[in-house]
């Protein structure tokens, strides 16, 4: 007669069985609660659920009869009835897309398969559209209405809102044309290219492939940091010593002597400061600013603790720059900022949001710059310069009064010497 096991015993070993011994590594990730807590809009899509994490909310549902839609035209303009080879294709991968996701997906095998090809042909097909006329319809109320289409990237690049990138490879390379510029990675580029807020892109990184990424967030996040992932790799590490998390306001630090550029040579992330200049690569704020900014930030999040964190380092840099309107203008006027919301309170706001309790890198990417900017306006000549700037030149008025009481000052004193020669010139 077998001994009869304790049923508790029983179920532990059959969760032992199911559990891999090394932890899978994810790569599309919820946002941080205490991030979405902040502003949850930020982080949902407004017309397109991609992907399990939002699939089926009501308010995503016009736009899956439209997927459906671009599916449809994609067979006809192949001459194809029937979605076989791809449901195939997709079944093979369903598996390794299932482990990208970091938290269960209560979807079976069928329906994350459907979900998977629907979604990953309709960002393939609208990158088309995009970029190649020629596969436009010209009935198709995506491009018939630019907010439609800006509401449409803005989705595609929210953490929460993303496919593997294997899949859409997958999908691309079943179904591409004849056509020179039918390459999903220059599709791809030409897509990013409207939503940069930096004007100018590092060449090197045009050629990042989305073999080589996650995810279309993944992409954007590369091609946005990495150029400058490279200048910091040669930087020293700071000890904690050195490790210098804040530094004064724009309009302080000129008050300081410190002078403000646009660095045209530079892309990005990369802020340099040299002989009392800051050079800051321009930088386009418009309405979908924030939203980019905070995806990127939540995404850093979901990285180890000893991985950089580029875009969180910046907006807090940027959050320490910017304590007010004022400073907004100063940045506007030295050609770093372009406000393309058209109040300057309106940005002043935006980074203010943005860079509050962030969680900046273990190795803070701009500590050498901001032990530079301290250690320029600390020498006392820059002090003084700062205090008599801050006391007595604030106005107008103020410089008229001083430069007034200077004149005063001279022409007493030359009174004085005039005064002093001649009763010297009588007594001789």
Known sequence: MSETRDHVAVRIDNILVDLPCTPSKPSIFRAADDLRSMNEKLYDPKVVAIGPFHHGEDQLCKMEQHKFRYLKLLLKRKNEFSVDTYVMAIRSLEEKARKCYAEPINFDQDELVEML????????????????????????????????????????????????????????????????????????????????????????????????????????????????AKVVSFRPIKTEEDKLLSINSTTELQEAGIKFKNDSENNCLDIKFIKGVMKIPGLHVSDESETLFRNLIAYEQSFSDDHPKYVTDYAFFMHCLINSSKDVEALRRAGIITNLLGDDEMVYHMFNRIGRNVPTSTDFCYAELFEKVNRHSGHSWNRWMANLRHNYFNTPWALVSFFAAVMLLLFTFTQTLFSILSYTKGKQ
């Open 117 to 228: 090809l629907v979604d990953g042909f309709f960002i393939i097909e609208l990158l088309r559209k995009h970029g190649i006329d020629e596969f436009r319809d010209k009935d198709d109320p995506i491009f018939q209405y630019k907010h439609t289409l800006s509401q449409l990237r803005h989705d595609l690049f929210l953490v929460e809102n993303q496919i593997p990138s294997f899949i859409l490879v997958q999908l691309f390379s079943m179904t591409r044309t004849g056509n020179p510029d039918d390459d999903i990675n220059y599709l791809i580029h030409l897509f990013i290219d409207d939503i940069s807020p930096w004007p100018k892109v590092s060449e090197e990184t045009l050629v990042l492939s989305i073999n080589n990424v996650d995810h279309l967030l993944d992409l954007l996040y590369k091609i946005w940091c990495a150029s400058f």
